[in-house]
């Protein structure tokens, strides 16, 4: 068994891995929702706007922290290997979906993202529980946001 990390290399890991998930939403800087995604129509229960930020905020926290749990339990850079395909998909969505307007793509965008958080949280249940439920909100967030932007409301998919 491998040494623990140091609490130093422990805190700038955490440090490193907030920073790179926190990544992934500046790609909405270039593709933001716009007056094309406010003329789609969307489902009765689509969320309101306000809510966006505030809960992506804390998806991106946990994820953060659940990859982080993941490595310094794991003692392996390899395990974060998923967490990261996972997370290109996640910054890829918002250029295809609002950048490119194309739905479609954007379908097939989140699908993969689907496919790639179950990996991650496959990847990180050597870890233990906590990594593994603190992914669980996100892959519900996504699956939740699937119909809501390619659903039978909006353009075909």
């Known amino acids: 068994m491998k040494k623990p990390p140091s609490p130093l290399a422990a805190?700038?890991?955490l440090a490193a891995l907030v920073v790179l998930t926190f990544c992934a939403p500046l790609a909405g800087l270039i593709a933001a929702p716009g007056d094309w995604y406010q003329s789609l129509n969307k489902p009765s229960w689509n969320p309101p706007a306000w809510i966006f930020g505030p809960?992506?905020?804390?998806?991106y926290l946990m994820m953060a922290v659940a990859a982080w749990l993941a490595w310094k339990r794991v003692q392996s850079r390899r395990v974060l290997i998923p967490y990261f395909i996972q997370l290109a998909l996640?910054?890829?969505w918002t250029p295809v979906f609002f950048g490119l307007q194309q739905p479609g793509w954007a379908l097939?965008?989140?699908i993969a993202l689907w496919l790639a958080i179950l990996q991650t949280i496959r990847a990180f249940r050597p870890a233990g529980k906590a990594p593994v439920w603190l992914l669980a909100p996100y892959l519900l967030w996504v699956s939740f946001a699937r119909p809501t932007c390619c659903g039978s409301h909006s353009p075909p998919c």
């Open 11 to 13: 805190a700038l890991m």
């Open 108 to 110: 097939v965008v989140i």
């Open 90 to 92: 996640n910054a890829a």
């Open 55 to 59: 809960v992506w905020t804390l998806l």
